[in-house]
Nanobody, 117 residues
């Protein structure tokens, strides 16, 4: 089993920044991908950013240039630096980990990000 512990959410004004962290523990393979998804009220969950075992990054179009995903393999931690936040970024953000090349996938409990003046 794998456990994911997220932190860093909160309330921020439009244009502000937040950094989310997600620490993984448990039975993790040597190759694993991590990512962040979000779900706003009344909407489907969407993938925001993903980083492969080799460091390849992918982003949702609406966050490109504003969000940066990174990982610290020694700490088994993934980060999401969110800059120039907009009200439409308000959502519960979930960390995920794909263990090995084909899974299984694990999810964190979610952390609330609210962008409001």
């Amino acid at each position: 089993q794998v456990q994911l512990m997220e932190s860093g959410g909160g309330l921020v004004q439009p244009g502000g920044s937040l950094r989310l962290s997600c620490a993984a523990s448990g039975s993790i393979f040597s190759s694993y991908a991590m990512g962040w998804s979000r779900q706003a009220p009344g909407k489907q969950r969407e993938s925001v950013a993903h980083i492969s075992s080799g460091g390849l990054r992918q982003y949702l179009d609406s966050v490109k240039g504003r969000f940066t995903i990174s990982r610290d393999n020694a700490k088994r931690t993934v980060y999401l630096q969110m800059n120039s936040l907009k009200p439409e970024d308000t959502a519960v953000y979930y960390c995920s980990l794909r263990n090995g090349d084909y899974g299984p996938d694990f999810w964190g409990q979610g952390t609330q990000v609210t962008v409001s003046s």
